[in-house]
């Protein structure tokens, strides 16, 4: 073979496999899309209020760090709750970790269709959802509360999230995003 022709055959080997390379890296599959993330939530705020406008009670937890650091979690109750009393519950979901801080309560709202508020109270709260997803599912983001006679309570909020299987029961499929319990005081 005469040096030409091996020069070519050199050439025309370099040229295939560059078009072969180009052809493997654009024709690649689109990249899956993200896993949807779980939200740092370090602030769930209950903002209760009573029927008739007067002061607000607010069950408050806060995490400064997040789930992953090392200081403990801090709930506070702002004051107890009136017996035979209808409030409106506006639940309130932080990331503080970052600056500006986020509004998660905003998140889930945009992805209500894999998120549900759960309750679990004492005999003397009874808790119903005001707000719906886009298939007539509850969220909790907002809720009555009816409280009944006067005596200490707990109430736990969990936030489950169900991608793709939400049913509006509680607790439900998924796994849980935050839970939090409070102990009240109806009197």
């Known amino acids: ?8 055959t050199g050439r025309s080997m370099v040229a295939c496999l560059m078009v072969v390379l180009g052809c493997v890296y654009s024709c690649k599959p689109d990249d899956p899309k993200p896993v949807n993330e779980e ?4 602030t769930i705020r209950v903002t209760l209020m009573p029927e008739g406008g007067t002061r607000p009670v607010n069950l ?3 995490d400064a760090d997040g789930e992953q650091g090392n200081i403990p979690p801090e709930i506070t109750v702002s ?8 409030y409106t519950a506006v639940i309130t ?15 889930i709202l945009e992805e209500a269709e894999d998120h549900l508020f759960c309750f679990a109270t004492g005999s003397n709260i009874a808790i119903s959802y005001s707000d719906e997803d886009d298939n007539g599912m509850p969220i909790g983001l907002e809720s009555v509360w009816q409280t009944g006679a006067a005596e200490a309570a707990q109430v736990t909020v969990s936030l489950r999230h ?4 939400k049913t509006g029961d509680c607790p439900g499929p998924g796994e849980t995003d935050a839970e939090v319990t409070f102990n009240v005081l109806v009197e």
């Open 1 to 8: 073979m005469n040096t030409l022709m091996k020069a070519n």
């Open 39 to 42: 939200e740092v939530i370090t």
């Open 60 to 62: 408050v937890f806060f």
């Open 79 to 86: 004051g107890a709750l009136q017996a035979s009393t209808i």
């Open 93 to 107: 979901l932080m990331n503080e970790t970052t600056s500006p801080p986020v509004d998660v309560s905003a998140e």
């Open 162 to 165: 169900q991608p793709g299987t």
